[in-house]
């Protein structure tokens, strides 16, 4: 397929997916978002901030056989041209590996350690038209660094009634980031994964969504479906191993939505 080059003149548009819940999907929205922002035509970059790596599993690289990636770039030890990776789903990649495990503790002493990412992806964001962040399940200092760099914070949310308990005390943590470290971060807003339209409790959950916050609820929700579990063990996002599924397509939406609001 021919790619359109969009250029953004802002340069970068760095949109932090976090959810302290575990399981809620972020990982699968940064490769398949990122993967749709690719189809755009549009220049992409995607941050593996979690130390179970993931994100780099799923992108096809190996991250035991990873040289260098975010923890090296964080310590100083790495520049980040030298340890991008480009992958087969059109989206470059800034790796993780376990050593990211020991940078939340190694960051805690620095000062300005909310900043550190920012700085580091400063170099190459005229490169990009989008960043995605793959943030850890927790609220520390890695995801505060991807809150600091972030103009947008988006928050996969599984559409069941326990995985709504947090969402706001991440929308409160949003809130001190705003005030403290980055007065230009916006919610993009929650993106409802996994829904199974056919149980009516997923259906009230969804329904209930948009009052509970006060935040925007992105459209389509996901939808449940097994392809997702299939896609990363081959190395792509559900958009290259399912490209005509209905979660595919659910992605292209809301891909398209959020860059809608760029153009
Ligand atoms: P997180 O990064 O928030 O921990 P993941 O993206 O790793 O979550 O997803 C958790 C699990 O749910 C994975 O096994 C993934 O394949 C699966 N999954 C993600 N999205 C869907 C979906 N829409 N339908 C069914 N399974 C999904
Ligand atoms: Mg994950």
Redesign the pocket.
């Known amino acids: 397929m021919a790619r359109r080059r969009i250029k953004t003149p802002q340069g970068a548009r760095v949109i932090a ?1 976090a ?1 302290q ?12 978002l990122g993967a749709a922002f690719a189809e755009q035509g549009r220049r992409v970059l995607l941050v593996d901030l ?1 130390a ?1 790596a ?2 780099t599993f ?1 992108l096809g690289l190996d991250p035991d056989e990873v040289d260098a990636g975010v923890h090296e770039v964080l310590t100083g030890a790495a520049e980040i041209t030298d340890v991008l990776h480009t992958t087969d789903d059109a989206v470059d990649l800034l790796p993780s590996t376990i050593e990211l495990a020991g940078a939340e503790a190694a960051l805690l002493s620095r000062p300005g350690r909310e900043f550190v990412l920012r700085s580091a992806l400063e170099p190459v964001l005229a490169d990009y038209d989008v960043v995605l962040i ?1 943030c850890s ?1 927790s609220l520390g200092v890695l995801t505060l660094n991807a809150l600091t760099v972030a103009g947008s914070v988006l928050v ?1 949310l599984q559409c069941e009634m326990l995985s709504h308990r947090g969402v706001g005390q991440l929308l409160d943590t949003v809130a001190d980031v705003q005030r403290i470290l980055n007065p230009d971060l916006q919610v993009l807003g929650i993106l409802p ?3 199974d339209a056919r149980t009516t409790h997923a259906r009230a959950v969804l329904a209930d969504l948009p009052d509970r916050y006060g935040v925007p609820v992105l459209e389509p929700p ?11 063990a081959v190395g792509r996002s ?1 958009l290259a191993t399912a490209r005509g599924s209905k ?1 595919a397509a ?1 992605y292209r939406a809301v891909a398209e939505a959020i860059s809608a609001g760029w153009r």
Do not use: W, Y
């Open positions: 997916v959810n819940k575990g399981g809620v999907a972020k990982t699968t929205t940064v490769a398949a979690d179970q993931c994100l799923s793959d399940p996969p994964t996994m829904f996901i939808p449940k479906s097994v392809r997702f579990a299939e896609a990363p559900v979660g659910a």
